[in-house]
Each structure stands twice: as structure tokens, then as C-alpha cells.
């Protein structure tokens, strides 16, 4: 195969770049976020906020967001007028959404049981809420009311009893989803600023046992510092897709792209195909695409700069390619591909399974890895929500019979009043 960059026609340097699989290495580097830089302009804001409570939270929020209220957290009258300002179309939207959500989480909740493993030997497990979690909501460039479903309602599933949000932005749509969803904490406040609230609590904000949800690299920060003091589920990096396909319609893999492109200048979508034709096609079509799309602008600066198309020899090397990548999002063209898959935040399968469906109403989370976490975990689930607690039953004939490998093992270690703790169970006075 020759040098793919040799095509005359795609070497416009704003345009998306083709190249051959040996040239992924700079692509597959990914941008690396300046989270030290972040760390050092936040660490000071989360002292702050620790010492100083509901006072530097509102200084903060003036500052940074243009807050010009006395408290962050938003009243019950001004969700339910939020409300009222919500389409109908929107209403039903959240409603489907909010149906399969629920249902998917419900599936993912882990089961509670008790089993005889020997005789007198009893193990099994129970599984409890957090007590209390918060959820950050986007409010940036686009706010996102679905994320709110995505992060609350698994949190409902699981039995959490206290539920808080927050975003910088008063959107209808995202008060108004709150209020649908009976969430009542409620707070109007961002940045690195309002990750501290929740970690550390104040007078008005519920310290939280865990913050879940997308934010800019501030946010990302400072939960990567709060760490430890408080559960979080993952540092979030700019998002990404990645798609396998051999053939396929080239409007639907360049709409795919560019839905993910039109996150952020910063997002990457990356396309690996083992047909040229069809990698030229896709290219085509984002250009075409791109002239009629709104949100062209960022679209554009993340295709140029972190996305590609890549030719790999076989579909064997795609997906090899893949697991190393470790994409927040895997679209493949058939099921018989997952078997091949180890490493992914969510996989879409079938040129009718848009990763758009997934990030709205399909029912799996739309809070993925991002970066490569997706090598150590998938995607936000009711599990973040729960702790399961071991449990375990043992009668006098049941210890007697592991009592050799428990004091064995206990004097091994040095350790002679466990093994001692067993023995005067079980040795005769």
C-alpha cells in the first residue's frame, strides 16, 4: 500500500487526515490534558472553600459565573417555573429517556443472597446505598439536561437518599429536568468551586460521599485532588469515538464523527477502515457535512487537529488497534465483533446503534471513560452507587475443619492471636 498522504485531494490541512495504521502512533498519543496546570490555579480555591464554607463558594460563583444571587441553591419555585417553560416534545423526551435509564440500571443492580457454600458454611452478600451524592451538570458550552437522567436516576435506582446536583448556568431545561425528576438539591454553581461544596460541605451544600459527572479540566482537577476525601468516579479527559468499519454508508460514519467532534475542539473521532474507498468517501462526506452544520466551527478545529482515518491491513489489526486505544466510545458493525473487544467505555454495534442514541435515550450511561481509563472500568452504573458488603456464617464444625489453614497461615504471618481467636473456638477445654 502506498503513502496514503500522497492523495491530492485531502491534503488541505484543515481538512481530516487519512493515514496508514503505521502512522497512529502521535494520534493514538492523545492530547494530554494540563491537569498540573489545573491542579495549581484550583488547589487554593478548594482550601478556600474548605476553611471558609458558603462564603467563598459565593464569591466564587460571582466571580467566575456572574452569579448575582444570595444562596447557590436554587429554590422549589424557580424549578417549578422552569418547568412550565419545557416544550411538550421536551416533556416526552425525557420521559422515554428517563423509562429506558431506569430500566438499564435496574437490570445492573447487583442482587443481595445468602448460600450454604459447605456445610455450616454460610456466605453470600448485602447491598446498601451511598447516603449521599452529588452530580456535576455541564453548563458550558452546551448545557446538558441529560446528563442529569444519566447520573441521577441511577442513583434513585440504587436507593441513595440524598441526591444533589449542580450547574453554573439558570437553563430551563436543566432546572425543569431536575424538577421531573424530584431532584429538591438543587444548586446553581460551577468550576472547581462547587467540587469543593460537595467534598468538604458547607452551611447551604450537602457534603457528598461521592461526585459523579463530566466537567471542563478545572473540574476534572479538582476531583483528581479531592480524591480520597471524597469518592469520585473518574477523571474526565476530552471525549472520543472510535469506529471500526470495513464498509458501510458514508454519511452515517461521517455523522457519527462529527457528532463527536462537535463536543469540543479538543474531542477526537477517529475511523479505522480497511477499505481506502471507503475512507475517501467518509472524508468527502465530512466535508459536505460540515458545510451545513452549525456547530461547524468546533467541529472543525477537532477534526483537523486530533481526528483521522485510518487504513489497517486487516479487521484483525482494527481491533487490535482498538483495545490499545481504549476508546470512551466503540462503534462496530457486527455483534461478532464483541467477543475481540477488551477494552471500551461503551460499544455501539450496527449501523442503526448511533452513538447519539446512547448519549440520550437508548438506556446505557452516557458518563464514560475517557483517555484510556477505559483499560480499568466502563462507564458511570448503579455500582457507583451501591456498596456491596460481604457477609459470612460459620457454625463450630465449619471452623473446626478450616481451623489448620487459619492458624497455619495466621502463625506464618506472625500474627498469634488470630490463630488463637480460632482456637479457642474450637479446641477442647
Known amino acids: 500500500m502506498g503513502q496514503v498522504d500522497d492523495l491530492p485531494s485531502l491534503t488541505a490541512p484543515e481538512m481530516i ?20 496546570e489545573a491542579e495549581a490555579v484550583v488547589r487554593p480555591i478548594l482550601d478556600d472553600v474548605r476553611k471558609r464554607g458558603d462564603r467563598a463558594l459565593i464569591e466564587y460563583a460571582r466571580r467566575f459565573d456572574g452569579f448575582d444571587g444570595r444562596s447557590v441553591r436554587v429554590p422549589a419555585s424557580e424549578l417549578k417555573a422552569a418547568v412550565q417553560k419545557l416544550s411538550p416534545e421536551f416533556h416526552v423526551a425525557v420521559e422515554t429517556a428517563a423509562a429506558n435509564i ?10 443481595a443472597h445468602m448460600r450454604e457454600m459447605a456445610p455450616g458454611l454460610r456466605l453470600g452478600q448485602i447491598v446498601r446505598p451511598l447516603d449521599s451524592v452529588a452530580a456535576y451538570i455541564p453548563a458550558g458550552r452546551y448545557p446538558l439536561p441529560s446528563t442529569i437522567l444519566m447520573t441521577v436516576i441511577p442513583a434513585q435506582v440504587a436507593g441513595v437518599k440524598s441526591i444533589s446536583i449542580c450547574g453554573s448556568r439558570p437553563v430551563p431545561e436543566v432546572f425543569g429536568t431536575a424538577r ?57 479527559g476530552p471525549t472520543e469515538i ?36 471507503l475512507a475517501i468517501s467518509v472524508a468527502s462526506e465530512i466535508e459536505t457535512q ?64 448511533p452513538e447519539a442514541a446512547g448519549d440520550y435515550a437508548s438506556g446505557p450511561n452516557h458518563v464514560l471513560p475517557t483517555g484510556g481509563a477505559a483499560r480499568l472500568r466502563g462507564g458511570l452504573s448503579v455500582m457507583d452507587y451501591v456498596k456491596v458488603i460481604s457477609v459470612q456464617q460459620l457454625d463450630r464444625g ?32
Request: hydrophobic share 50%.
Open 180 to 236: 421531573l425528576l424530584e431532584v429538591e438539591n438543587v444548586f446553581q454553581m460551577g468550576g472547581a468551586q462547587a467540587v469543593a461544596a460537595f467534598a468538604f460541605g458547607t452551611r447551604t451544600v450537602p457534603k457528598a460521599d461521592r461526585i459523579v459527572g463530566p466537567g471542563n479540566i478545572y473540574v476534572a482537577a479538582a476531583k483528581k485532588l479531592l480524591a480520597g476525601q471524597v469518592g469520585i468516579d473518574f477523571v474526565a
Open 17 to 36: 487526515r487519512i493515514l496508514e495504521s503505521k502512522q497512529v502512533g502521535r494520534l493514538f498519543a492523545r492530547r494530554t490534558a494540563r491537569l498540573g
Open 290 to 353: 460540515l458545510a451545513g452544520l452549525p456547530t461547524a466551527a468546533v467541529a472543525r478545529k477537532a477534526i483537523a487537529r486530533n481526528s483521522a482515518i485510518v487504513l489497517t491491513r486487516s479487521l484483525a489489526e482494527a481491533i487490535e488497534l482498538s483495545n490499545r486505544f481504549a476508546p470512551e466510545h466503540l462503534s462496530i458493525a457486527e455483534e461478532s465483533l464483541l467477543d475481540r473487544v477488551t477494552h471500551a467505555g461503551s460499544v455501539f454495534v450496527g449501523e442503526y446503534s
Open 102 to 111: 431506569r430500566a438499564f440500571a435496574s437490570m445492573q443492580m447487583p442482587v
Open 398 to 429: 465449619a471452623l473446626q475443619r478450616l481451623a489448620p489453614a487459619i492458624t497455619t497461615m495466621a502463625r506464618a504471618e506472625g500474627l498469634e492471636a488470630h490463630a488463637r481467636s480460632v482456637e479457642v473456638r474450637v479446641n477442647e477445654p
Open 242 to 277: 472510535l469506529i471500526i468499519a470495513a464498509a458501510g454508508e458514508p454519511r452515517f460514519l461521517a455523522a457519527d464523527m462529527l457528532a463527536q467532534a462537535e463536543h469540543d475542539v479538543d474531542a477526537s473521532a477517529i475511523l479505522l477502515t480497511t477499505s481506502k474507498r
